[in-house]
C-alpha cells in the first residue's frame, strides 16, 4: 500500500471527519480507514501472529465488521477501540485454533495468558503509527512525496531532484519545510523519533 493523492481521502480532514462519513456510508471514510489503520492494523496482527500469513485477511474482515456496524459508533475513538480489540481477539482465536490443530491448546492458553502487555505496547506504537501517517498525509502532495523519498526511502536529494525533476534547492527547501510543518503538529520528541524510526517503516508507504 503506497500514499497518493486519493481525492477521496482528502475530503477527510480528521477522524471525527471520518465518523460523519462513516455513518453515511461515504466511501472517502472507508478510503480513509483503510489508508491510516489498514498498514498499522497489519503490523499489529503480525507482531501477534509472529508471521504475516493471515494478517491481512483477519485486517480486511474487522474493516467490514466496522463498515457493517457503522451506525453504531458513538464517536471515533470507539471505532478505533473497535479496530485494534477486533483485530486482536481475531488474532488471538487465529492463533488457538492453530494450537489445537497442533493439540496443544493447553499449553498456548497458559503460556499466552501471561502476555497482555506485550499486547498493549504493540497498541501504542500502532497508534504512533497511525498519528504518523495522519500527519504526513496532510502534507501537500509533492512536498509529501519528497518527505517520503528522503525519509523513508532513503533516497539523496540529488536522486530525488533527478527522480522528481526538480533542483536540489527545491528539494531541501521542500525537506525543511515538511519538517517545521511536521514540529507544529507533534511534539519534538515524536518527530525525532519519527526519523529514527523511519529505516524501519519502509513497509507503511
Known sequence: MTLSGNDDVMLV?????????????????????????????????????????????????????????????????????????????????????????????????????????PFYKEIMYAELLAEIRREIDGLPRKMREIFILAYFKKMTNEEIANHLQLSNQTVRNQKATALAMLRKKLNHKTLYSILLLSWGLQDLF
Not at 504475516?52 to 485477511?57: F, G, H, K, R, T
Not at 466496522?66 to 488471538?92: E, H, I, M, P
Request: glycine share 0%; proline share 1%.
Open 13 to 117: 480532514e480528521n477522524d471525527d471527519d471520518c465518523l460523519r462519513l462513516l455513518k453515511k456510508n461515504d466511501s472517502a471514510a472507508w478510503q480513509y480507514l483503510i489508508r491510516i489503520y489498514f498498514p498499522v492494523l497489519c503490523r499489529f496482527a503480525q507482531k501477534i501472529l509472529k508471521t504475516d500469513v493471515d494478517a491481512e485477511d483477519i485486517v480486511s474482515d474487522v474493516f467490514v465488521k466496522v463498515w457493517q456496524k457503522s451506525a453504531d459508533f458513538a464517536d471515533f475513538q470507539q471505532v478505533k477501540k473497535y479496530l485494534f480489540v477486533a483485530t486482536r481477539n481475531s488474532c488471538l482465536n487465529q492463533l488457538r485454533s492453530r494450537q489445537r490443530e497442533k493439540t496443544r491448546h493447553k499449553e498456548f492458553t497458559s503460556a499466552y495468558e501471561q502476555q497482555d502487555d
